[in-house]
């Protein structure tokens, strides 16, 4: 499935901090008495001037467990077999075969919900996430913050004090791609990030100290479908009602799959695709709101079997 492509969604979208934030970068502090403990990640990119320098970022891998992480508890809120267990290493019936041995349709078709859309060993991921790098007008606001780990038996300190260095105010942004997915899937997806946007998960360290709490905001989308809707309707159309029937069979994909948009703008012509384009977060907003519930539909109705 992933040698054509059906449809497309690139979306923009920033984050910024509710609650002090901090990404851990995997290096240690060393022998350096000037470096906190637990330092936020950073890479090095050239500033406006061309210099190279040290820059504060988000690892799209970050955001992506996050999502995952969360979509899988969304999806054994309705039913358990719907998301593999992490001790699992494939979800795909059969594991004395090679993943080699198993065609893409066979291991789509066996997946779980959560890994039809976020892939296993054995499919690849239908999203992609990039890493997101603070505003070039807006630097970071970092601080030092200390901690200690107290023994629960003893009630004295076990580990500690240590730092942490953490964001208070930043603008990061950066870019998912999500190809060739079902209207459920899009709305599952759109679920995830908007928990994420009203603060009910939290991103990286400390989560339990009340760490990690962010703005989500949509700066722009870009959808592009090879067919329009067949009822005229301006809305989403999916990979299930845009497949061959070939395709959808081998597969097992929904159908019909499409759900018209209140407000959706309408398409326009780019080469052999229509391309629908948003810049207003309050719209995409609102499509994803309307969306969301989709993925439970997409379920009853046949889209994975128990």
């Not at 950073?42 to 992506?64: C, K, M, V």
């Not at 950066?174 to 995830?192: E, H, I, K, P, S």
Request: contains cysteine; proline residues 5%.
């Amino acid at each position: 499935m992933h040698g054509r492509l059906y449809n497309e969604l690139v979306l923009e979208i920033a984050i910024s901090p509710r609650t002090p934030l901090i990404i851990k970068s995997g290096e240690k502090a060393g022998i350096d008495p000037a470096r906190p403990d637990m330092e936020f990640v950073r890479t090095t990119r050239r500033n406006a001037h061309g210099e190279p320098e040290d820059t504060l970022y988000i690892p799209g891998s970050s955001l992506r467990g996050v999502l995952r992480a969360h979509a899988e508890r969304l999806l054994r809120s309705l039913r358990d077999d719907l998301a593999c267990q992490i001790t699992d290493q494939s979800c795909i019936k059969h594991k004395d075969l090679k993943e080699s041995e198993i065609s893409g349709a066979r291991a789509y078709r066996e997946a779980c919900y959560a890994c039809r859309l976020f892939g296993n060993t054995a499919i690849a991921s239908r999203l992609q996430i990039g890493d997101l790098y603070p505003h070039r007008e807006l630097e970071p606001l970092t601080e030092t913050r200390y901690g200690v780990a107290i023994d629960r038996v003893t009630g004295a300190v076990a580990v500690g004090p240590f730092q942490m260095e953490i964001v208070t105010s930043a603008l990061f942004l950066g870019r998912l791609v999500l190809r060739n997915f079902t209207v459920g899937q899009l709305g599952l997806l759109g679920a995830a990030l908007l928990d994420i946007a009203d603060g009910l998960v939290a991103l990286g360290h400390a989560k339990s100290r009340g760490l990690g709490r962010v703005r989500l905001n949509f700066n722009w989308a870009r959808f592009r479908f090879m067919q329009l809707p067949p009822d005229g309707n301006n809305g989403i159309v999916g990979i299930g009602a845009l497949a061959s029937e070939e395709i959808r069979r081998r597969y097992n994909l929904p159908s019909p799959d499409h759900h018209a948009l209140d407000g959706f703008p309408q398409a326009q012509h780019e080469g052999l695709y229509h391309t629908v384009i948003s810049r207003e977060d309050a719209d995409i907003r609102r499509w994803f709101e309307t969306l969301a519930p989709l993925w439970v539909e997409e379920i009853e109705q046949g889209g994975i079997s128990p």
